[in-house]
């Protein structure tokens, strides 16, 4: 088996199946299967692959596992020498898996790589990153990036990056992840502490410090709709959850100073997210009884 596509899955029915149909349809000249974890979906997400989709590997969970709990569960059934990390929300223009096989094939030392993702008009999107650092963080938690970003924030993302040509680099979006499974295995995958957002760049992190790279490759591109499943969550639900990432990171990278200052000013974050909420709802128009 070449490749094991992992995708996990909730509650983007139609989504999942544009994904799915684009992968039987444009890939050729590989073997390869698709693993679907199913996070408890109510769209009937899970009867839609059984019926439209026999071939793929359906684990349908009764509950939401989030996304590296469900991708590792997903990775112990996978089979392939590589392994496609891919969210649901993606759909493929072309033949993409073998030319990202054949660019890993170059280096054992690749353990991870992506390509460019571009959004349904066409425009670029920008997925990759360096490695976070508390000045950064502290800006974005206070909602300062919105407004002016200074050189540690331009740093961190990637302002600068030429997204024409192919080159190591630090982080990658865990939308689309391509990496070599016994890597990833002997790693154990992502780290399930995370529930969700995080998990990605913390196993770019493990990766790069076991000596290992991660490439850039503009060499084929992915639609990608974006944070379809996360558009379901209210703000200051999604902000819980990414400050428990960010927390789970800094303890994990950079010890317990540096995480209970990012706790001190999570707080901060929550305040602004629940005013965001707050606002949000006022400004719908009320329906007439």
Known sequence: MDL?????????????EKCLKSIYEKTQGIEFEVVLID???????????????????????????????ANNLALEQASGKYVLFMNPDMELIENSFPK????????????????QLIYPDGSKQNNV??????????????KLHHFFQPQCLKRYLAK??????????????????FGRADIIKEMEGFD????????????????????????????TKVIHYEAKSFEQQQSLEKQIRFNRGMRLYFRKHFGLLVYWLIGLFGFISLG??????????????????
Do not use: H
């Not at 094991?4 to 999942?16: A, D, G, Q």
């Not at 990153?129 to 206070?142: T, V």
């Not at 600068?160 to 865990?174: N, R, W």
């Open 4 to 16: 094991s596509i992992i995708i996990v899955s909730w509650n983007v029915k139609e989504l999942l």
């Open 272 to 289: 602004l997210a629940w005013l965001s909420q707050i606002l949000k709802i006022k400004s719908k128009p009320q329906s007439k009884i």
């Open 160 to 177: 600068d990056f030429d997204y024409a040509k192919e080159q190591e680099v630090k982080q990658i979006m865990g939308a689309f992840m």
């Open 192 to 219: 399930i502490d995370y529930f969700l957002w995080w998990e990605d760049l913390d196993l770019c992190k493990r990766v790069q410090d076991a000596g290992y790279k991660i490439i850039y490759t503009p060499i």
């Open 39 to 69: 996070n408890a979906s109510k769209d009937g997400s899970a009867q839609m692959v059984l019926t439209k989709f026999p071939q793929v590997i359906l684990i349908a969970s009764n509950e939401n596992l989030g996304f590296a709990k």
């Open 129 to 142: 990153k360096n490695n976070p650092r508390l000045c950064d963080q502290l800006l974005i938690l206070l």
């Open 100 to 115: 990202l096989i054949e660019l890993m094939d170059k280096d054992p030392k690749i353990a991870l790589s992506t390509c």
